[in-house]
């Protein structure tokens, strides 16, 4: 018996990726920086006095 022909049939080795993946020599992706532990705590807390005085 071939037992190379069992199973599911083996996928192609050089598929696309999807559009959101760089290809080779592609630029690198620009992020946004990140924001600081500051500006996060600042963030927080006008968003906890916005919830608390609705109001403003």
Do not use: C, F, I, W
């Not at 022909?5 to 083996?10: A, E, L, M, R, T």
């Not at 990726?17 to 807390?45: I, S």
């Amino acid at each position: 018996m071939d037992y190379s022909k069992s199973g599911n049939p083996k996928g192609s080795r050089s598929t696309l990726r999807g559009p959101d993946h760089a290809q080779k020599g592609a630029p690198k992706a620009v992020k946004p920086p990140r924001e600081t532990p500051e500006q996060l705590l600042a963030r927080m807390k006008a968003a906890a006095a916005a919830k608390k005085d609705p109001k403003a």
